[in-house]
């Protein structure tokens, strides 16, 4: 059995991400997860509605990925990746690809979500490089979130959280999301722009934008964005950390796009919860821009756990869930549910809109702006003291639960949602 007291204990030596800890000095103590819930130190249950920060979709401690992984753990745990290879990397190149966009070839792996991000940066800027062109600027869209590591904390939208770093900050010009309504002076503004010629790369997150509270954008639009980028060969990158392994309805975001990236972003789902990894996908052309006899042409980066074989073995395992019928069916309901509760609520007064893209369902709440700061804080309460764990973002209340969550675990998360409603 775990230890009791465990945000006691947690409070002597432990610095937390994310965290003010003057103002939120208490640690909840999670002993154990199976499915979709969590459980606390004293035994409480939790529906996890946000699939731990997007990444264990096919439930915690899923018997078959543990299995595999498991077994992986007796043959071989971990060895350098440069000069290497093994088998786990191999298979998992082989499946990821096909299920890729067809344009994608190559993979090259590093440890999160934010190095995933920071390495298709460093391959468009070098792209261009090693061809002799100066395109030291990137372009990302307005209240992106990549990660936050230098390169992808540049990229994110601007925010009080990076004000220490910015001046550090690569150059990178932001964009707003395009609409139906703005998508064509945006195209003319960004020709112009982009005549000059000094854009390596634009990063974005296709169709949903996790940490701006889930705002959404129409594919067709950012197709037109993205054909214009390869018109002036900036190259795409897509980061599919948060949307990628089956969440907007189709394996990939970029599915839906008819103009396909450069580049992906892939970590969370990707190795199903179970242990950190990432990859960056690209192709051929971007490939073939570093394949020389010059040593110095090669992406010189790389991460001690690179290719980990048991990350490798876990992200193999969940692609094998992730095309399995049963979880294929289970994306299907989870959006019939969620479209029969957004008819529901989404004209009830306290709704002021509701979006939905695959499974992500997100709501936001018409408050009054001074209510707003402790606002969140109290939403989080009521919905643990319900047994289920969201985490609002201002006033947006979004859920993106595993796929294994059951119609009735659903309707509780629903439930105390509605019941938040009527609290407000
Ligand atoms: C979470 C996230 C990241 C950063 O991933 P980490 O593993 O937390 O470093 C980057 N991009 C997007 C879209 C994300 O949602």
């Not at 990444?55 to 077994?71: A, F, P, Q, S």
Request: glycine fraction near 8%; charge should be negative.
């Amino acid at each position: 059995m775990a230890s009791k007291n465990l945000s006691e204990r947690d409070k002597k030596h432990l610095w937390h991400p994310l965290t003010q800890h003057k103002l939120h000095p208490e640690m909840l103590g999670i002993i154990k997860a199976k499915g979709a819930m969590l459980y606390d130190e004293r035994g409480k249950g939790y529906i996890d509605g946000i699939a731990s920060w997007y990444t264990c979709m096919y439930g915690h401690c899923n018997d078959y990925i543990l299995e595999k992984v498991y077994g992986q753990m007796q043959e071989l745990d971990q060895v350098v990746f440069s000069g290497f290879t093994h088998e786990p990397a191999v298979r998992l190149s082989e499946e990821l690809i096909k299920i890729l966009p067809p344009n994608q070839e190559k993979l090259f792996f590093s440890d999160n979500g934010s190095t995933a991000t920071e390495i298709g940066i460093k391959m468009a800027l070098q792209y261009h490089f090693n061809q002799g062109k100066k395109r030291p600027v990137l372009l990302a869209f307005e209240g992106g979130f990549h990660g936050d590591t230098f390169g992808a904390m540049s990229v994110s939208g601007l925010s009080v959280y990076n004000g220490p770093f910015e001046e550090f900050f690569i150059d990178v010009e932001r964009i707003p999301v395009p609409t139906p309504h703005t998508i064509h002076a945006l195209l003319e503004q960004l020709e112009t722009r982009l005549q000059k010629q000094d854009i390596a790369g634009f990063v974005y997150e296709p169709l949903v934008q996790g940490a701006a509270a889930m705002q959404m954008h129409g594919a067709e639009e950012l197709a037109q964005l993205l054909e214009l980028m390869g018109k002036y060969r900036v190259l795409t990158i897509a980061d599919e950390v948060m949307t990628g392994f089956g969440k907007t309805g189709t394996n990939f975001a970029s599915d839906q796009i008819t103009s396909k990236p450069d580049i992906m972003c892939l970590s969370k789902a990707l190795t199903a919860g179970l242990v950190p990894m990432g990859v960056t996908s690209c192709t051929r052309e971007v490939y073939d821009a570093f394949y020389s006899d010059e040593i110095s042409k090669g992406l010189f980066h790389g991460h001690t756990y690179t290719a980990n074989p048991l990350a490798c073995t876990a992200a193999l395992a969940g692609i094998t869930l992730l095309q399995s019928d049963e979880i294929q069916s289970s994306i299907r309901r989870i959006m019939a549910s969620h479209r029969q509760f957004d008819a529901e609520i989404k004209d009830h007064p306290k709704v002021a809109a509701t979006r939905q893209t695959g499974i992500i369902y997100a709501l936001d709440l018409k408050v009054e702006m001074e209510r707003y700061g402790q606002l969140r804080d109290r939403l989080f309460e009521h919905f643990m003291d319900q047994g289920v764990f969201l985490r609002p973002l201002g006033n947006t209340i979004y859920v993106l639960a595993p796929y294994v969550i059951s119609e009735e675990q659903l309707k509780r998360i629903y439930g105390s949602i509605k019941m938040m409603l009527e609290k407000l």
